[in-house]
């Protein structure tokens, strides 16, 4: 199953992720649907799925009840430029229901059109209201979302604000930059370096993409919440991954290191890849954990 999704992965993905002008042409291509309203796919869901407007972005709620046991942000990948799609609801509607919490992912905005700036706060926004639910709080991200994740939890850190109970990260993407060295990685179906390297060059917008807040991999670590990440060998954020997770133990973080042999990005997304159900299940056992 493994090798269907590479292949599958290999033909949607591999220009626009290698090639810095292929990058520009697809960001064109976005920016003219980027700002338009996400439609929640009709299909049969294990809880109420629902969208509203809230801080100046629209969200959608998973779960969304007053018995609800904790709340999870959830911050969805695509490289800073695409859009939600249909595993990360799958995904998020299934956890809401296994561990009965409320999971709120916002539709953040994206480059081209934007840059980390309105998306920080509007996150900050939501962090700071659903502290005020009183129930336990962790935030899970994939790929792009995953850097988001660890970059506003350092933020977090540097401004002595209280950090969520636990945070979770799907092949996480540390380094918008693409600084590292990833010649030894085996293989990737699904990211390049050169088009990646364009997109998060453009979702920094003025800021150095070496900055903490869009390449958390340079920002201080010490004050992260425990941490769980997940990572295949057969995607090029392999090494950041490892890097990071040695970086997170120099500093005494709680952190867990699960890596998928042979596995490709944010694995843990794909329900019919057999390990996608062990790391799904171990998600779950440590949100519950935390409740």
Not at 34 to 48: G, T
Not at 64 to 83: A, K, P
Not at 194 to 221: C, H, I, Q
Not at 255 to 265: D, S
Request: aromatic share 10%; proline share 5%; charged share 25%.
């Amino acid at each position: 199953m493994s090798k269907i999704v590479e292949a599958v992965l290999n033909i949607r993905h591999r220009k626009y992720v290698d090639d810095a002008s292929e990058a520009e042409k697809h960001m064109r291509e976005r920016s003219i649907t980027e700002d338009e309203h996400y439609k929640i796919p009709k299909l049969l869901y294990h809880c109420k799925v629902e969208t509203k407007d809230m801080f100046g972005c629209q969200m959608i709620l998973f779960n969304n009840v007053e018995d609800s046991q904790s709340i999870i942000i959830y911050l969805h990948g695509g490289i800073y430029v695409n859009e939600i799609r249909l595993p990360h609801i799958l995904f998020c509607d299934k956890l809401a229901k296994k561990v009965n919490s409320t999971v709120f992912a916002p539709i953040y905005p994206l480059a081209p059109n934007h840059t980390y700036e309105e998306t920080y706060d509007i996150v900050e926004k939501l962090y700071e209201y659903v502290l005020t639910m009183k129930k336990p709080v962790s935030i899970i991200g994939d790929s792009a979302g995953g850097g988001l994740a660890v970059a506003f939890s350092e933020y977090l850190g540097e401004n002595n604000m209280v950090q969520p109970e636990s945070m979770v990260l799907l092949s996480p993407w540390l380094d918008v930059s693409m600084s590292g060295d990833y010649d030894k990685v085996e293989f990737d179906p699904m990211l390049g370096v050169d088009g990646l390297r364009k997109m998060g060059e453009t979702w920094a917008g003025n800021l150095n993409s070496m900055d903490y807040k869009v390449s958390p991999m340079f920002g201080n670590v010490s004050k992260l919440p425990k941490t769980t990440l997940f990572v295949g060998t057969h995607e090029i954020f392999y090494p950041d991954v490892l890097k990071f997770y040695d970086k997170l133990m120099s500093k005494n973080v709680d952190a867990e290191l699960i890596v998928g042999e042979k596995m490709n990005h944010v694995y843990p997304l794909y329900p019919l890849v057999p390990e996608s159900k062990k790391a799904f299940n171990h998600i779950v056992e440590e949100l519950l954990h935390n409740d």
